[in-house]
């Protein structure tokens, strides 16, 4: 019983994320997050002090407290994508799929559960606590090679093809106001990492977020009859030509969700399709690239005006505010 609240978390948000996939985590559910880590340890270290009155484990269990917090959001915020990755489908098909991707989710926050209950318990055996050493050495292990391939691996590889925040006509692709997590930058961790993508970004939003136009043209292309997510699956998009001669592409909308035709002149900041989860997508998000076409398709950088920090150039994992306000 001493763990069944920690477990219990992981498995309830493993749960949720598994049939409310289209959900985006905000900055509540990670305070929400913070509050149950920080009590749970607290009840760890109440119980400590009943077993040992000499014990001192209170400041511990903050420094706990707030990496299980932080640990609990973050589990909460990718099960559902990872759902979706391993089943391969979407919310659509039905009660049995629901079905699946909440089973599946709750295995994976049971898992999750477990592995994080190790690394706070004490345990009374020396084997367990040799076992225990060696989980945490080769976590820490994991996440500092994962953290210096992300440093080095991904995001900007020549500072210089970037042109100047402050001369960008681009806006970020969705309302004024809101805020939205980039998923997956430049020279990303699963995609985004040839001529054509290198330079796309990827931004969570639930399925219907309205989507703007971030920058003014013509709309070249809409495809939005397609429903359904996968590798295999055909994706929707909107394409519009710039007036540099330039193409936007925005992909993944929801079926019929596009709100331009063919032909259409649309201007920085309108409302012109929503997003979705439709097409090789893992989980409910926009993705947004601008290319050229001389012989072949080949993605260009670009920096958005209403991005403050790091040049302009979005980075996987932060969250932007958008400043795209719809035209008057």
């Not at 609990?72 to 559902?80: I, P, R, T, Y």
């Not at 430049?186 to 054509?196: C, K, P, Q």
Request: net charge positive; with cysteine; hydrophobic share 45%.
């Amino acid at each position: 019983m001493k763990y069944a609240v920690l477990i219990g978390a992981f498995a309830l948000m493993g749960s949720a994320g598994g049939w409310a996939g289209q959900e985006v985590w905000s900055p509540v559910a990670m305070a929400l997050a913070m509050v149950l880590g920080l009590a749970t340890c607290a009840l760890f270290a109440h119980r400590r002090v009943q077993a040992d009155p000499a014990a001192r484990p209170w400041l511990m269990a903050i420094v706990w407290g707030i990496l299980l917090g932080v640990g609990l959001w973050v589990a909460g915020s990718q099960l559902w994508g990872l759902n979706d990755a391993i089943l391969n489908g979407d919310l659509s098909a039905g009660a049995e799929r629901i079905r699946e991707k909440s089973l599946l989710g709750l295995a994976l926050g049971i898992a999750a559960g477990l592995l994080i209950s190790l690394h706070v318990r004490r345990p009374k055996h020396q084997w367990a606590r040799r076992l225990r050493l060696l989980a945490i050495t080769d976590w820490l292990r994991l996440l500092a090679v994962a953290l210096i391939l992300y440093m080095v691996r991904t995001g900007v590889e020549d500072a210089d093809a970037y042109p100047p925040r402050e001369q960008s006509p681009y806006l970020l692709p969705w309302p004024g106001g809101v805020s939205c997590v980039c998923t997956q930058g430049n020279r990303a961790v699963i995609s985004h990492r040839d001529e054509w993508s290198k330079y796309a970004y990827d931004f969570a939003m639930p399925i219907g977020s309205p989507v703007s136009a971030a920058r003014e043209g013509v709309v070249s292309k809409v495809v939005d009859e397609y429903d359904g997510n996968g590798w295999d699956k055909p994706a929707n998009y909107v394409t519009i030509l710039q007036d540099d001669g330039s193409f936007a592409e925005y992909a993944h909308i929801r079926r019929h969700g596009s709100f331009v035709q063919n032909g259409e002149r649309v201007r920085q900041g309108q409302i012109i399709a929503e997003s979705g989860n439709v097409g090789y997508s893992a989980s409910p998000h926009l993705h947004f690239q601008v290319y050229v076409f001389h012989g072949t398709f080949r993605s260009v950088p670009v920096t958005f005006r209403d991005v403050t920090i790091r040049s302009g150039i979005p980075r996987m994992w932060l969250r932007y505010t958008s400043g795209n306000s719809p035209p008057q």
